[in-house]
């Protein structure tokens, strides 16, 4: 059995008639989906606390985000407005 590459699959599908391509699309969606089902919501409750565990062990974040907004307004008001001595704006 010969193996296509993604490119020779991708160019023969798009030989394809557009109702054809729909059909195709899902057809492998389906295929995919049904290879990985859905997490349960208990899953998903589950995988979201074990990633803010994961979060909380890796401290606080410095500078803080609003810090960081605070340094790039300084830095972004001193390159537009200036802080020069003979600065008309000082």
Partial sequence: MTTLSFDQVLATARQLSPH?????????????????????ENDAWERLQRFREELYTLGPVLPTPAEQLDR???????????????????
């Fill in 20 to 40: 054809d391509r729909a059909r195709l699309v899902a057809v492998v969606v389906e295929e995919l989906v049904s290879d990985h089902p859905l997490l349960t």
């Fill in 72 to 90: 790039d307004r300084r830095e972004r008001d001193t390159i537009l407005i200036g802080l020069g001595v003979d600065d008309v704006h000082a």
